[in-house]
């Protein structure tokens, strides 16, 4: 809440703007610790383009340097485009039963990784999983994802040996309906390098089930590789989503954001380490400071941001409170609300307007009108807004004109400021400010 409110106030934060050469010499940095990460160097290059555009001209908040303000909004473009659509967490498995497709290289982490993904699907989804093994190559590959299942308590299918991969996806589709499962898995082999064959493989099976999800595993500590074999799988068989795998190591994980900013595609899952609770959603936020490897900056400045924004709310409150709300403030509240989507967005907030809010909606307010208002403030001097008293009928007559409407509607502007005026200094006289910090945590 504190952080929507606090917009409220964002014009009263400005202390100075990022100069153009403040910003680049911040992303001179950036662009190493990117690079460090194992940021691919195009997508570091498009990324701190991207950046530059964004942060010139924005405000620097009081008591922070350009170049850790610049930090902090390089911090936030990053989690915007790590973050993908939709709950991270969320896989499609109704219709059951919903064939999930694992595939990736060899080593990658996909045995393991199916093995903690049906555990969470059991236990978090109450799913009845059941697992498959295609890696026909390696003989110990099925014994290892039998052992698993065994080890979190679900079902694999029974292994046949010498029967194709195409074979055992057909029979674990049969044995998924049959046995009532809501899920069924297939572990795919993997091969050191991505070749024809393994592909061709994959393709077939893929055919064969119609996957509701195929899941890429990756290894997020080969940076560049994982990239590549990304947009390779992507290409010819589709994925849904990506699984990055041994995050726990010391890796900085730029493979994150290459992979994002390549193929697009939501990384959904990280893995943390080899045991079968090691998996948790992809949290944006963390994998983006940790990329950086600038967390400390990026906390020195939201915190100085909050205490500013907590500061100046509290002096515009108590101002407001006295009875000082004049047209300047509102005219802030006006496009405040245009931002915020109505005025309910705002008022709502704030205790005991959200009923003011609802008669103003009621009444017909939109946007167009809240546009109107604006351009009536506008159209006054400086000194009349800073002190609406003095609007007798002949200043009301050439502002109502100046912004091509009738003094009525000068005069119903007038009254509704009234009234928050009113409103404001009826609050302050019941909690004197305290209303306010409740309302901002
Ligand atoms: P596959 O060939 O793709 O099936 O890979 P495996 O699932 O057999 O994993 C290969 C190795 O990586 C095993 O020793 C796993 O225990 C290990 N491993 C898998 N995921 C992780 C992870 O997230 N962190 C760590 N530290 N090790 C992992
Ligand atoms: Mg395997």
Same mark, same amino acid.
């Given at each position: 809440?504190?952080?929507?409110?606090?917009?409220?106030f964002?014009r009263?934060t400005?202390?100075?703007a990022l100069?153009?050469e403040d910003?680049?010499?911040?992303l001179?940095e950036?662009?190493?610790?990117?690079?460090e990460?194992?940021v691919?160097?195009?997508?570091?290059?498009d990324?701190v383009?991207?950046?530059q555009e964004q942060?010139t001209?924005?405000?620097?908040t009081k008591s922070?340097?350009p170049g850790?303000?610049?930090v902090?909004?390089v911090?936030?473009?990053?989690i915007?485009?790590?973050?993908?659509e939709?709950?991270?967490?969320a896989?499609k498995v109704?219709?059951?039963?919903a064939?999930?497709?694992m595939v990736?290289?060899?080593?990658?982490g996909?045995?393991?990784t199916t093995g903690?993904?049906a555990?969470?699907?059991?236990?978090?989804?109450?799913k009845?999983v059941?697992?498959?093994?295609?890696?026909v190559?390696?003989?110990?590959?099925m014994?290892?994802?039998?052992v698993?299942?065994?080890?979190?308590?679900?079902?694999?299918?029974p292994?046949?040996?010498?029967?194709k991969?195409?074979?055992?996806?057909?029979?674990?589709?049969q044995q998924?309906?049959?046995?009532?499962?809501d899920?069924?898995?297939?572990d795919?082999?993997?091969?050191l390098?991505i070749d024809?064959?393994?592909m061709q493989?994959v393709?077939d099976v893929r055919d064969?089930?119609s996957p509701r999800?195929?899941?890429?595993?990756?290894?997020?500590l080969?940076?560049?590789?994982?990239?590549?074999?990304?947009?390779?799988?992507?290409n010819?068989?589709?994925?849904s989503g990506?699984?990055l795998?041994?995050?726990d190591?010391?890796?900085?994980?730029g493979?994150?954001?290459?992979?994002?900013?390549v193929?697009g595609?939501?990384i959904?899952?990280v893995?943390l380490?080899e045991?079968m609770?090691?998996?948790?959603t992809f949290?944006?936020d963390?994998?983006a400071g940790?990329?950086?490897g600038?967390g400390?900056?990026?906390a020195l400045?939201?915190?100085a941001?909050?205490?500013?924004?907590a500061e100046?709310a509290?002096r515009?409150?108590?101002?407001?409170?006295?009875?000082?709300?004049?047209?300047?403030?509102l005219?802030?509240?006006l496009?405040? *609300?245009? $931002? !915020? /989507?109505? #005025?309910e967005?705002?008022?709502g +907030?704030?205790?005991? =307007?959200?009923?003011m809010?609802k008669?103003?909606q009621?009444?017909?307010?939109?946007?167009s009108?809240?546009k109107?208002q604006?351009?009536?403030i506008?159209s006054?001097?400086k000194?009349?807004r800073?002190?609406?008293?003095l609007?007798?009928?002949?200043r009301?007559?050439?502002?109502?004109?100046?912004a091509g409407?009738q003094v009525?509607?000068l005069n119903?502007?007038?009254k509704m400021h009234r009234?928050m005026a009113d409103m *404001?200094? $009826? !609050? /302050?006289k #019941?909690g004197k400010?305290?209303? +306010?910090?409740q309302? =901002?945590?």
């Open positions: 809440l504190s952080e929507r409110l606090g917009g409220v964002d009263l400005k202390q100075g100069s153009e910003v680049k010499t911040a001179r950036v662009r190493v610790a990117l690079l990460a194992d691919s160097l195009p997508v570091a290059r990324f383009k991207k950046v942060a001209g924005q405000a620097v922070v340097t850790q303000q610049v902090k909004i911090h936030d473009a990053l915007d485009v790590l973050r993908g939709g709950d991270p967490g896989l109704d219709n059951p039963p064939p999930i497709l990736g290289l060899q080593g990658s996909k045995t393991t903690k993904l555990k969470r699907l059991k236990e978090k989804d109450g009845r059941l697992l498959a093994s295609l890696d190559y390696r003989p110990a590959a014994d290892q994802l039998a698993l299942g065994q080890q979190i308590g679900v079902d694999t299918l292994i046949v040996p010498g029967q991969p195409v074979d055992i996806a057909k029979r674990a589709k998924a309906v049959m046995g009532g499962y899920v069924y898995m297939l795919t082999a993997g091969r390098q024809e064959v393994l493989e393709e064969v089930v999800e195929t899941l890429l595993v990756v290894d997020g080969t940076g560049q590789v994982a990239v590549e074999v990304a947009e390779e799988f992507d010819k068989i589709g994925i990506v699984v795998t041994r995050m190591g010391d890796g900085r994980g493979a994150a954001l290459s992979m994002r900013a193929t595609k939501p959904k899952y893995g380490g045991k609770d090691a998996l948790e949290e944006p963390r994998i940790r990329i950086l600038m400390d900056i990026v400045v939201e915190k941001q909050e205490t500013i924004e100046q509290e515009m409150m108590k101002r407001f409170t006295k009875g000082q709300f004049n047209m300047n403030d005219k802030m509240q496009e405040q *609300m245009l $931002k !915020m /989507g109505g #005025m967005g705002i008022m +907030m704030m205790p005991g =307007m959200g009923k809010a008669q103003v009621d009444a017909g307010f939109d946007d009108i809240i109107r604006i351009a009536l506008q006054m001097t000194k009349e800073a002190n609406p008293a609007l007798q009928a002949s009301k007559k050439r502002i109502a004109a100046g409407q009525s509607d119903k502007l007038l009234q *404001m200094k $009826k !609050m /302050g #019941m400010g305290k209303m +306010m910090k309302a =901002m945590k």
